[in-house]
């Protein structure tokens, strides 16, 4: 039996990977029916964008085969990369300075066929 994996990612999302990953957490190994719940219920940044890449990646699963409903695909994996990081200064007592980081992320997230 052939297992296929569908994947999704998206690229340079404003949001640090730390707070993505705290909405990973509540849709690993779900069905994308119930993680899409899941997510619109979830009151978060991150839940949103998840939402987005899932959907995308659901969307290719059809692409592949009309005839996949999305309680047969299940979330094999989702992961949440650091991407760059846009440096800024913020000024500080006696003339120093301390640096901030605007961090992104990379989310993948790959469903297959139960």
């Not at 219920?41 to 949103?48: F, S, V, W």
């Not at 899932?54 to 592949?64: D, P, S, V, W, Y």
């Amino acid at each position: 039996m052939v297992f296929m994996e569908i994947k999704a990612k998206s690229r340079y999302l404003w949001i640090s990977p730390q707070k993505v990953r705290q909405v990973i957490q509540l849709i690993k190994g779900k069905d994308v029916k119930r993680a899409e719940n899941i997510l619109q219920l979830a009151n978060k940044k991150a839940a949103y964008l998840i939402h987005k890449t899932m959907a995308q990646a659901a969307a290719n699963a059809q692409m592949i085969n009309p005839a996949w409903s999305l309680e047969e695909l299940i979330i094999k994996k989702v992961t949440a990369d650091g991407g760059p990081m846009q440096k800024r200064m913020r000024p500080r007592a006696r003339g120093r300075a301390d640096t901030i980081l605007k961090r992104t992320s990379h989310i993948t997230v790959v469903l297959e066929k139960k």
